[in-house]
């Protein structure tokens, strides 16, 4: 195959129905590192017009069969990928027997070996790496796995659905046969093989079944897999009680894998995590790991339902899944703590990375139209943008619309694969609402702008607000439409207390909404709880916004109230070429602050946080790089020396409590942290933070007190560094914390501390969480060295890329991302950038991962 048809990018307009379905599959795996064979047995009928085409790459064919006979060459072509059956009749069987090196699947996808482990990843399309098939998410079979190893050296072997068997055969070897009564694709079949702990535990559904929860991680961790396990429980009994979603196998389980792409895969009844979204205990797990072991187990838990049951169509409705199950899991994390730090943790990701995609080369909907490697739309679009997307639905048409709208779509289409229309018109039939605009956010780009002016005339004591919207062109389309949009707002009366809180419905580019009987001129609170994922230009004084950030009804609202106040003074230092002046009003509100924290304190932390970098940067066209990393620097510095006496003050006012994952402990490092951020750039400095490293009784405040001490680049930061390695050179977990750390390091030390890094016994460039440990942290969370003038941080950036495609393209793309905004930045800059792009575009033999994405940013 010629290098131009495996560049062809698949079009969602051409999609067509599978000319066979598969309603059977049953598939033998002999277990070798190096050789293994894979007999694969398909009952098939044709389906439609067409020619029988199977998927499937890097495959090793040893025999075909049909119906029983023999296949010889004639009988069927072979390509590169794909394998054509030249006369297969209307249905019959067909017995595939292909041959895989496991060992060898550094990509980790489709079958690899691992640390002793075999593993399979099968989405997207990774099953084609196993046996050749119609690799697609509409064709949904029956799959019978039967997996043959020596037990002694692999004592689990796992598959999807129920254990119908285990025999020892007469080689000595064993064999255990799965059967997975679902119908499903390819895409969620899997198969683990290895030795482990296993921790087990029962839960009984609202309707009484009996489900055993096993949960398989390395040998002498499961005294680290207790919060999993819990946090699972929590999300089966609360997918019962929200949306009345109940378990439908007799077993669930969890394998933990160090080697990983993602997070974790949902596959039927047998999900693959990343070890990294299990494995927790209070000495090595900070509080933000435990949020997110919750979240993603719930997450993978909620696509039994949403992405299972009812699955995608084709992989341009992947947001039909992605989108729902990430708004089900915020939904769920919400409940499970305070529900505004999650809104603002939610926000931040779309102001920042989202916003960033919108405005680079990749943009795309969150229904892509056009993709080259599948694996490149596994985006924060797609996933966050689409879990917006839901969030409007569920905020246009009430809870209870939403519920019932959900309800119809699961009872509709249980057992298919559909599209993200048939889910919107769900929603539509469920609750009689006309969603045809709504659909726009499914095929429209880019980030809505919204403007707004209010007029309020005292005599007829009517409120008169105008709103006008627009969506700037991306890279992807010119034409943009208005979108229909919840607004939701908040009238602040000058008598405390008072207000009045509104849903407007945008729908047009320029629409007025008048409120009448409206006394006095209010203080209005624009997109409380950030109701559409839009950017919002509004007037106000920055004293205005201090107003709402001390007394809007919404948390969010607050928070975003003090972030726009200080991008508003940002921006103004930005244009005046100045570094900014702490105005006086500010600093008695955060006295105010630290003085009397808010009943929610969770809230008080994040109030006192300034705007990160990656946020600011994507209220610029041009981003002014150093501008705002001094602006941020002198900020920090000016308010840690206005307020050193409230910050200590505060800082000693909560006594430590012994460590403990839960709301009130979470909110509680939080306020302390925070403060020590500041304190650290006193002259008290290095006695906070070595006492607040050496006092912690958990992760969470080491890693505080280790980030303080880097970012006022303390001279303690170093031997603080060094304790911490040798105190966890035998937690590979807590080393990648480390491996992160060392990769922000502010200063130019940081490149021999890099390649230091990659000469470390526990760095491997197969492993991805070591590789984006270390490369994943340099270029996301050290603007400072990553974006140096003189270029040296991108091309470090690049080089990694180039070594690390052959070995892992999926990993390589996504490290790639931040070199493809190069248009974003100053002239020297951008220059660098263009020049390293070019370079990559240049060489030969680029996975479509790289080359998609490389070719995009390219003009
Ligand atoms: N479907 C997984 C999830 O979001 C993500 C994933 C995609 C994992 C592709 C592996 C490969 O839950
Ligand atoms: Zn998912």
Known sequence: ????????????????????????????????????????????????????????????????????????????????????????????????????????????????????????????????????????????????????????????????????????????????????????????????????????????????????????????????????????????????????????????????????????????????????????????????????????????????????????????????????????????????????????????????????????????????????????????????????????????????GFNAGLKCYLDRHDGQAVTCDDFVQAMQDATGQDLTQFRRWYSQSGTPEVKVQEHYDATSARLTLKLHQHTPVTADQTIKQPLLMPMRIELLFSNAGSSMRQLLLLSNEEQEFQFDGIHEQPLIVWLEDFSAPVKLSTHYQPEQLLLIAGRATNGFARWDAMQQYWSLLISKAVTGGLLPQLPAELVSLFKQLLQQPLADIALTAELLALPDFDTLAEQYTEIPVD?????????????????????????????SIAYHYNEQGVALRALKGRCLHYLAFTNEGEHWVNQHYRQADNMTDQLTALKAAQYAELATSNSLLEDFAKRYQHNVQVMDKYFSLVATTPNDAVFTHLDRLTQHSLFSWKNPNRVRAVFGAFSQRNAKQFHRADGRGYQLLAQIVTKLDPINPQLAARLLTPLLSWQRYDQQRQHLLAGLLKALAAQASLSNDVFEKVSKSLP
């Open 1 to 400: 195959m010629t290098a131009a048809t495996i560049r062809q990018p698949k079009r969602l307009a051409d999609y067509q129905p599978p000319s066979f379905l598969v309603s059977k599959t049953d598939l033998s795996f002999e277990l070798d590192p190096t050789a293994t064979r894979v007999s694969a047995t398909l009952t098939f009928q044709r389906n439609g017009a067409g020619i029988m085409i199977l998927d499937g790459q890097q495959l090793k064919l040893i025999s075909l069969r049909l119906n029983g006979q023999m296949l010889t060459d004639k009988d069927y072509r072979l390509t590169e990928d794909s394998l054509e059956i030249v006369k297969p009749g209307n249905s019959g069987v067909l017995e595939i027997v292909t041959e895989l090196n496991p060992d060898q699947n550094s990509a980790l996808e489709g079958l690899y070996l691992a640390e002793g482990v075999y593993c399979t990843q099968c989405e997207a399309e990774g099953f084609r790496r196993i046996t050749y098939y119609p690799d697609r998410p509409d064709v949904l079979a029956v799959f019978t796995t039967t997996i043959i190893a020596d037990s002694s050296q692999l004592p689990f072997l796992l598959s999807n659905g129920n254990k119908v068997s285990e025999t020892l055969l007469s080689d000595g070897r064993t064999a255990v046969k799965w059967h997975d009564p679902f119908p499903k694709p390819a895409y969620l079949f899997a198969l683990v093989a290895g030795d482990f702990d296993c921790l087990t535990d029962a839960y009984v559904t609202a309707s009484g079944r009996q489900v055993s929860l096993e949960f398989y991680v390395q040998k002498g961790a499961l005294s680290r897999s207790h919060f999993a396990m819990a946090a699972l429980k929590r999300a089966m009994h609360w997918d019962e009680q929200r949306f009345g979603l109940e378990y439908d196998l007799d077993r669930y389980m969890v394998v933990a894998v160090d080697f990983f792409n993602m997070g974790a895969m949902e596959n039927k009844g047998l999900n693959v995590f990343n070890s990294k979204y299990v494995l927790a205990d209070d000495s090595s797990a900070t509080d933000q790991d435990y949020f997110n072991i919750e979240s993603i187990i719930g997450h993978e838990y909620f696509h039994n339902w949403t992405g299972n049951r009812v699955t995608c169509r084709d992989w341009f409705q992947l947001s039909l899944k992605e989108g729902l199950t990430v708004f089900r899991d915020q939904e769920f994390s919400a409940d499970m703590g305070s529900a505004t730090l999650n809104r603002i943790e939610a926000v931040k990701l779309i102001r920042t990375a989202q916003f960033a995609e919108d405005a680079s080369p990749m943009a795309h909907p969150i229904r892509p139209e056009q993709v080259l490697e599948m694996n490149n739309f596994y985006t924060v679009t797609v996933y966050d943008k689409g879990a917006e997307v839901i969030r409007m639905l569920q905020t246009i048409l009430g809870k209870t």
């Open 627 to 655: 501008a705002l990393l001094s602006c941020l620097a002198h900020l920090t510095q000016q308010l840690a020396e206005a307020l050193a006496i409230e910050l200590t003050a505060c800082y000693q006012r909560f006594d």
